[in-house]
């Protein structure tokens, strides 16, 4: 037989082979696209596990999300508020304690009970488990008790009263089954490290199915919460773990995705284009702020440690045009405060002070300033040098890679810095060597924003103690967790307690506004501009109803409070 | 006769293990001189998005470099290395933890496997054929064939697998944009899956086996225009031998080298088709190792690195082996024995 002949035979047989082995027809697999929910944006990479307390959890058991597990507490992005999920109702009988009540007939989805024990139970765990994303949990309260099975009290830790983040942690600690968690938490294993594909919650979906292409979760229809919220619309979720942005982009374009958080540049344009695209607001900025990305000063280098430079550079930066492009429109131009000036955290916006102590885009001002009150003379290279002969420049300034809005920010900064002459170039290093950098002090100006930057309870609080508390923070070299400009000023101790432990809203705004002004007068970091907490967009090709601004009846997410969204919905064409 | 060959054997295998451990020190090593972290990232991922505090993120950052082990001197790190690689324990993934290396790997290969050797082999048939044709048939088919062989081959997959994704997924929307089934469906046995899994094939499969079919074609017919000129073609021809025996005669004899290419293909076969799937998102091991690299996801980029040098190895060393046996030649001249 012919060499080739056999080639070509034994070739086709073996694809036959390989077809016919897969081939097995079984039952049709396909979710019924009616009563699917496409949700995409929080999953990136394959699914890790669904153990609440690891470092990397699958959608959705982490974040703020209420659909397996639940929280106490749901935080309204709206309001700055708590709305209900497990607990009913928060009462402060005095200063350092809390009472929560928990709802009627809540039961996790094994049929078990849920009562203050396991709350308690889940609370504690922050003891002696240190691995835990609420492990300092025991700083700002001393105990948890349960008073009865339906009411838990907490004593507040009256030296480091902080009503804030005592709040934030009732909308981030899940309550675990402690029938299925005890064991565990006795165990050998750390707690982050136990592998948990089978969750059980108290939340109204299970996982159904996982891979490396999809999450899916199943309505559990014997949900406790069915007699206090109804019955959540869709029958499976489904998230679909892209890639890439661009890749989300364009399944969320042709109505393949109903719910995304990713950045889309020029959302507007997808509208136009005739896809039932839509964003919380119909017009600019399009979606809510909720952080801010500030560009960090090394107050260590020369030139840097100079607070007038600092002042120039604040005045050379082109807010507007960051705003434009770097952020698509979707920010006003940022301004010189630390605190956001829309939500809930308007109400401590001092606009006038602002304006009178603060800065904005003014090249000529930021010359003047380099000139008049630094006194210092441009070189024949176009860069100003300080009378004392230090040369501004060259210095770097960084963004992480790939993360495209924050690239282009720092291009802006560094272009707008070298017309008023300061030489300042950009490098673009992987994530985890920007984190290490931006940890250890190397660096002259990077752009990140704040660890408790956030939209949460203890906003804008946490902002403030992240960028100028200097307790607790090693000197450049050693890692830092806050503060990673190393801010220090003998005041802002004071204030910030002070502000952490009051209740009332007049003396928290007079509190905020002094530490805004020291942070004005330092300028350790600078706002460049506003990003949404989260993005959220929705295409109504498939299902309806979809808060928005104009019908604000859950958050702009279906995360945190925004769960509620899944009552309001309704497939196309019921 | 039988000993020189064990000899020949033998030393080859004593080669292969000293390269083995060579790998097996790089391997270690190089994840490890890259720059930045990996708890660094783990905890600034937890603290990113807000509501967790600093003090938390310090003892959480405490107890993960504890828990990894790398609060540990770099010997002691590379010897805890060993010992769990000899249990086949390929550790534990930073970024996706409590997830294991052998897992992530063991979901990861067989996209890679199931996209890249039908591409191997079918290229490689597809290209040897078309090669020797082209050498046998000349004229009009050479002129219009050869050139194309030569663009294909010589653009790097990479662009190819660019060009197609935006030609038919981006601008006419004939195949999916990514990834390796409709999202909408579980992985199962039912034609509805297969047919989606075979939608998202294509265009990764279509830019890897162009590109090969390109580079075995002109190999092929290299060696075929040497083989056109051996006397027992041109004794066929004179005798009258009809034109396909022919051909199957030059395939025959030009062969035996791409068969050295069809082996270190095979054995690279992991690694092969890295940016293709990238490009595609297509979720293999590709896609797995530039998230884990982009991570610092020391673990995982050690046991892929592991899993590509153990192929090209074993691959490389089977050639060898398979020379020895094919080609008396070389075994002679490898054991001295001229």
Redesign the interface.
């Known amino acids: 037989m012919?060499?080739?002949r056999r080639?070509?035979l034994i070739?086709v047989v073996a694809?036959l082979v390989v077809a016919l082995g897969?081939?097995?027809?079984?039952?049709?697999?396909?979710?019924p696209?009616e009563e699917?929910l496409?949700i995409a944006g929080f999953q990136w990479?394959?699914p890790?596990?669904f153990?609440p307390l690891?470092?990397?959890v699958t959608w959705p058991a982490g974040?703020r999300h209420q659909l397996v597990y639940e929280n106490l507490f749901a935080f309204n992005l709206l309001n700055g508020g708590l709305d209900p999920v497990l607990g009913a109702s928060l009462e402060y009988t005095d200063e350092t304690t809390a009472v929560v009540t928990l709802q009627d007939g809540t039961h996790f989805q094994d049929g078990e009970v849920l009562d203050s024990e396991d709350v308690v139970f889940s609370y504690e765990l922050a003891r002696d488990h240190?691995?835990?994303?609420?492990?300092?949990l025991f700083?700002y309260i001393t105990g948890v008790t349960a008073l009865d099975d339906r009411t838990i009290q907490f004593d507040l830790n009256p030296d480091q009263l902080n009503i804030g983040?005592f709040e934030?942690f009732l909308?981030?600690i899940r309550i675990l089954p402690e029938h299925i968690w005890a064991e565990r938490a006795a165990g050998d294993t750390?707690l982050?490290?136990?592998?948990e594909d089978v969750p059980v919650g108290s939340g109204p979906y299970t996982v159904m199915?996982f891979?490396?292409?999809?999450v899916?979760m199943e309505r559990d229809d014997n949900y406790w919460g069915m007699d206090v919220y109804g019955t959540p619309a869709p029958t499976y979720l489904?998230h679909?773990?892209?890639?890439?942005n661009d890749?989300a982009n364009?399944?969320f374009q042709r109505g393949e995705v109903d719910v995304s958080q990713t950045f889309i540049p020029q959302i507007w344009r997808m509208a136009e284009s005739g896809a039932p695209v839509h964003t919380w607001l119909n017009e600019e900025p399009y979606y809510l702020p909720g952080?801010i990305p500030f560009l960090h000063i090394n107050a260590t280098v020369p030139g840097l440690d100079n607070v007038d430079v600092r002042r120039a550079l604040a005045h050379a930066i082109n807010y507007p045009l960051i705003a434009a492009t770097a952020m698509s429109n979707y920010s006003i131009p940022a301004q010189a405060s630390l605190i956001i000036p829309s939500g809930g955290e308007e109400q401590y916006f001092d606009a006038e002070a602002v304006e009178a102590e603060g800065w904005e885009y003014n090249p000529d001002e930021a010359r003047r300033i380099l000139e008049e009150d630094a006194g210092a003379t441009m070189g024949s290279d176009g860069i100003y040098v300080l009378p004392d002969g230090t040369r501004l420049g060259p210095y770097t300034a960084m963004a992480t890679f790939?993360w495209t809005d924050w690239v282009a920010a720092i291009e802006l900064v560094a272009q707008s810095a070298q017309e008023i002459g300061i030489d300042v170039t950009t490098e673009y290093?992987?994530?985890?060597?920007?984190?290490?950098r931006r940890?250890n002090g190397d660096f002259d100006l990077l752009i990140w924003?704040?660890?408790?930057?956030?939209?949460?309870p203890?906003?804008p609080w946490?902002r403030f103690?992240?960028a100028l508390d200097d307790r607790?923070v090693p000197d450049f070299g050693e890692?830092a967790?806050?503060n990673w400009s190393r801010f220090s000023n003998a005041e802002v101790p004071d204030l910030l307690d002070a502000a952490a432990a009051s209740t009332d809203p007049a003396e928290k705004a007079e509190l905020f506004s002094q530490l805004d002004s020291i942070y004005r007068q330092n300028i350790p970091l600078i706002p460049l501009m506003y990003r949404p907490?989260e993005f959220y967009e929705f295409n109504e090709t498939h299902w309806t109803g979809f808060p928005t601004a104009d019908n604000p009846y859950a958050s702009p997410l279906p995360e945190g409070s925004g769960f509620q969204m899944l009552y309001g919905i309704t497939p196309v064409g019921q | 006769m039988t000993t020189k060959f064990q000899r020949y054997l033998l030393n080859k295998f004593f080669w292969f293990l000293i390269a083995f451990f060579v790998a097996l020190i790089l391997n270690f090593l190089l994840p490890r001189l890259i720059p930045g972290n990996p708890v660094d990232v783990i905890v600034g991922q937890m603290g990113a998005g807000g509501g967790i505090s600093g003090e938390s993120l310090q003892k959480i950052y405490a107890s993960y470099i504890e828990e990894f082990g790398l609060d540990k001197p770099f010997g002691e790190q590379f010897l805890i290395y060993l010992n769990r690689l000899a249990h086949g324990d390929l550790g534990v993934s930073f970024a996706l933890s409590p997830r294991r290396v052998q897992s992530l790997i063991g979901e990861a290969l067989p996209w890679t496997v199931l996209l890249q050797l039908p591409a191997i082999l079918i290229g490689w048939i597809v290209g040897n054929l078309l090669g020797a044709l082209t050498a046998y048939k000349k004229g009009w088919f050479d002129r219009a064939l050869f050139p194309s062989f030569l663009f294909v081959s010589s653009m790097p997959y990479y662009c190819l697998s660019i060009i197609l994704l935006y030609v038919f997924a981006v601008h006419w929307q004939i195949f999916p944009a990514g990834g390796g089934y409709s999202y909408s469906m579980s992985p199962n046995l039912s034609w509805s899956f297969i047919s989606s899994a075979l939608e998202h094939y294509w265009l990764p499969f279509l830019s890897l086996v162009i590109v090969f079919i390109g580079g075995q074609a002109i190999g092929m017919r290299a060696m075929s225009i040497y083989e056109l000129d051996a006397d027992y073609v041109r004794f066929s021809r004179s005798l009258g031998v009809d034109d396909n025996r022919v051909i199957g005669y030059i395939f025959r004899n030009a062969m035996l080298p791409q068969i050295t290419g069809l082996a270190l293909s095979i054995g690279s076969l992991v690694s092969g088709a890295l940016i293709t799937e990238i490009v595609f998102g297509y979720p293999g091991i590709g896609s797995l190792l530039f998230s884990s690299i982009r991570q610092s996801d020391y673990p995982v980029v050690q046991g892929i690195t592991l899993l590509i040098m153990i192929a090209v190895l074993v691959a490389n060393f089977l050639v060898d082996i398979a020379y020895g046996f094919i080609d008396p030649r070389i075994r002679a001249k490898a054991t001295g024995d001229r």
């Open positions: 012919n060499a080739l080639f070509w070739s694809l897969i081939a097995p027809a079984m039952a049709q697999s396909e979710l696209r699917t496409v990479g394959p890790s596990t153990n690891a470092s990397n974040g240190d691995d835990l994303s609420y492990s300092s700083d983040f934030n909308t981030r750390p982050s490290s136990v592998e199915d891979g490396i292409e999809r899916v489904l679909p773990i892209f890639n890439s890749e364009l399944a952080t790939g290093p992987e994530q985890p060597v920007i984190i290490s940890n924003s704040l660890d408790q930057g956030g939209s949460s203890a906003a946490g103690r992240d607790g890692t967790f806050w907490f």
